[in-house]
């Protein structure tokens, strides 16, 4: 058995890309786990595991629509943050969903206005964060007369 310590995060951490379909077989690598290894874990709505040919399928992209259920399962399973998951097959949890028909179109709107500024504004910080430990790096260099 693998020992899972680590529950993976934002896609294009690491190994991982932004698509549903790369995220899966990229965790599933990193764990040592075989196709077959975790389609005998996600199981469908009736209670029966996936075969692993359906799961190579959804690794190669062939399935991007994936039912609430099996992200859900795919989260269990590979230990990925379900909601990072569900951002990855483009779609939105079904609780935000629900929330979501329960506003006006102008409250959508500007509930899009909100998220979309949190994600640039977490943009801007990851960037100027990664600047600042570049510029403590050619300073580091520089005191130990590696630089000019």
Same mark, same amino acid.
């Given at each position: 058995?693998?020992?899972?310590?680590?529950?993976?995060?934002?896609?294009?951490?690491?190994?991982?890309?932004?698509? $549903? %379909?790369?995220?899966?077989?990229?965790? #599933?690598?990193? /764990?040592? !786990?075989?196709?077959? =290894? @975790?389609?005998?874990?996600?199981?469908?709505?009736?209670?029966?595991?996936?075969?692993?040919?359906?799961?190579?399928?959804?690794?190669?992209?062939?399935?991007?629509?994936?039912?609430?259920?099996?992200?859900?399962? $795919? %989260?269990?399973?590979?230990?990925?943050? #379900?909601?990072? /998951?569900? !951002?990855?097959?483009? =779609? @939105?949890?079904?609780?935000?969903?629900?929330?979501?028909?329960?506003?006006?179109?102008?409250?959508?709107?500007?509930?899009?206005?909100?998220?979309?500024?949190?994600?640039?504004?977490?943009?801007?910080?990851?960037?100027?964060?990664?600047?600042?430990?570049?510029?403590?790096?050619?300073?580091?260099?520089?005191?130990?007369?590696?630089?000019?």
């Amino acid at each position: 058995m693998v020992e899972r310590t680590q529950t993976a995060g934002w896609p294009g951490e690491g190994r991982f890309t932004d698509d $549903f %379909a790369s995220m899966i077989r990229a965790r #599933r690598k990193e /764990l040592g !786990l075989t196709q077959g =290894q @975790v389609a005998a874990q996600i199981r469908i709505e009736e209670g029966r595991p996936i075969g692993q040919t359906y799961l190579a399928e959804i690794e190669r992209g062939h399935h991007p629509n994936p039912r609430p259920h099996l992200i859900e399962e $795919f %989260a269990r399973v590979l230990e990925i943050d #379900r909601d990072v /998951l569900y !951002l990855a097959a483009r =779609q @939105v949890p079904p609780e935000v969903a629900e929330e979501l028909r329960r506003l006006t179109p102008e409250e959508r709107a500007a509930a899009w206005r909100v998220f979309k500024r949190a994600v640039m504004e977490d943009d801007e910080e990851r960037k100027a964060s990664a600047a600042r430990g570049k510029t403590k790096g050619r300073r580091a260099g520089k005191a130990e007369g590696g630089g000019a």
